[in-house]
C-alpha cells in the first residue's frame, strides 16, 4: 500500500513549549489509522499541523510527494483550494458559523474552489448531506437549529463536499450518543471502503477505534509511543503506556494487559529521558535516555528500551 501522507521527525512549538517532539509516522492509502493518547498528548496539534494550523518548529509533512511544510504564498492557496486534505474539528458549535445555513456551509468548499455553478453547489450540497445520513431538507436550517448529532454530521458533510483523499477526523464522535457514534463510524469505514477515502481519525477512546480503525498510534506527551496493525496492538501492546491504554478500556481489553492501578506518577516531561519513566512500572536506568521509535515485528514500531514481550504482561 502506498504511503498519502509522510510525516518525519515533526515539532511544534507554543511559545517556545514544545508539544509534539520527534513524531514520524505514514498514512497509508485508503487506510483508516487511529491517533489515540490522554488529554493533552498533542493529537489535536498533530492535525492541525497536518492541516498547516499549527506552528511547525521542525520536519516534514509530505503529501502524496508534495512538502506541505515548505508551501508559502500562492502554491500554499492552490494547494488549500484542491481540497485534497479536509480537517473536521472536534468541536461541531464552534467550527459552524451560527449565522449560516447549513447549505451554505456545506457548500462553503465548493465554492472556494471557484468551479461551481449555484445549481451545481446545492446538489453536491444534498448529496454530501445525504451522504452523511442527514434529510437535505435541512440545508435551510442554521447551526443552532440541528442537534449536537446532526451539527457533528454537517461538519462531516462539509469535508466530504469537495472529495477530499485524506480526512482528518478530531474525536468525531465523543460528543455523540451511541447510536449516533455507530452511525458515524460506519460512515468512516464505508468512505474508506467504497470511495478509497483514507482517515485519519483522533480520539481519546480506544474502542470507538477498534471496530473502524485498520492501525494505531499512541501518542504520549507529544511523542510517538507506538504504531502499528490495531489487531497487534490491542492484542499484546508492546509500548507500557499502550498497555496501560488497553488495559483501561474494558471493551478491548485482554487478560494479559497491566492492571490500569499500576498507573502512577506524574504527567509527562522532557528531560532529556523516556518522558513515560516517571509512570512506567517497568522504567530502569537505561531510561534516562528518550528510546528511539524502532520496528518490531515488522509492521510495528515502538520507543521503549524494554518493549514488552507477550509474556511480561502476566503480573
Ligand atoms: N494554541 C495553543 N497555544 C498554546 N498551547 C497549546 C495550544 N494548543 C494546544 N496547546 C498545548 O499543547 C498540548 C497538546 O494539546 P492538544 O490539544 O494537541 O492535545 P490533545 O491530545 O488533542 O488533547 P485533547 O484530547 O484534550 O483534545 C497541550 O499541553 C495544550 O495545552
Not at 520536519?59 to 508559502?72: H, K, M, N, S, V
Not at 461551481?116 to 450540497?125: D, G, L, Y
Not at 444534498?126 to 454537517?154: K, W, Y
Not at 477505534?209 to 504504531?227: K, Q
Amino acid at each position: 500500500m502506498s504511503t498519502l501522507l509522510d510525516i518525519q521527525d515533526l515539532s511544534v512549538e507554543y511559545d517556545r513549549h514544545r508539544v509534539l517532539d520527534g513524531v514520524s509516522l505514514a498514512v497509508r492509502t485508503g487506510e483508516i489509522l487511529g491517533i489515540i493518547g490522554e488529554t493533552g498528548s498533542g493529537k489535536t496539534t498533530l492535525a492541525r499541523a497536518v492541516a498547516g494550523l499549527a506552528p511547525v518548529h521542525g520536519g516534514r509533512i509530505a503529501f502524496d510527494g508534495t512538502d506541505l511544510t515548505a508551501l508559502r504564498g500562492r502554491a500554499r492557496r492552490a494547494w488549500r483550494r484542491t481540497g485534497a486534505l479536509q480537517y473536521v474539528f472536534q468541536d461541531p458549535l464552534r467550527a459552524l458559523d451560527p449565522q449560516h445555513t447549513v447549505g451554505t456551509i456545506v457548500g462553503e468548499g465548493l465554492a472556494v474552489a471557484g468551479r461551481q455553478r449555484p445549481a451545481e453547489i446545492a446538489t453536491r450540497v444534498s448529496d454530501a448531506l445525504t451522504r452523511v445520513g442527514l434529510d437535505p431538507a435541512l440545508a435551510a436550517r442554521r447551526p443552532g437549529e440541528i442537534s449536537g448529532g446532526q451539527r457533528q454530521r454537517v461538519l462531516l458533510a462539509r469535508a466530504l463536499a469537495v472529495e477530499p483523499r485524506l480526512l482528518l477526523c478530531d474525536e468525531p464522535v465523543s460528543a455523540l450518543d451511541a447510536s449516533n457514534r455507530n452511525h458515524v463510524l460506519r460512515l468512516l469505514a464505508g468512505l474508506r471502503d467504497t470511495a478509497g477515502v483514507t482517515v485519519v481519525v483522533i480520539s481519546h477512546d480506544l474502542s470507538s477505534l477498534a471496530g473502524i480503525a485498520d492501525r494505531v498510534a499512541v501518542l504520549y506527551g507529544g511523542r510517538l509511543a507506538e504504531h502499528g496493525p490495531i489487531g497487534d496492538v490491542l492484542a499484546a501492546p508492546r509500548h507500557p503506556y499502550t498497555a496501560l491504554l488497553v488495559a483501561s478500556a474494558p471493551s478491548v481489553r485482554r487478560e494479559r494487559a497491566v492492571p490500569a492501578a499500576r498507573l502512577r506518577g506524574t504527567g509527562p516531561g522532557y528531560d532529556g529521558g523516556c518522558n513515560y519513566s516517571a509512570r512506567c512500572p517497568f522504567a530502569t536506568a537505561a531510561c534516562a535516555t528518550a528510546p528511539a521509535l524502532s520496528t518490531v515485528d515488522g509492521d510495528r514500531a515502538v520507543a521503549c528500551h524494554h518493549a514488552l514481550a507477550d509474556l511480561e504482561f502476566t503480573s
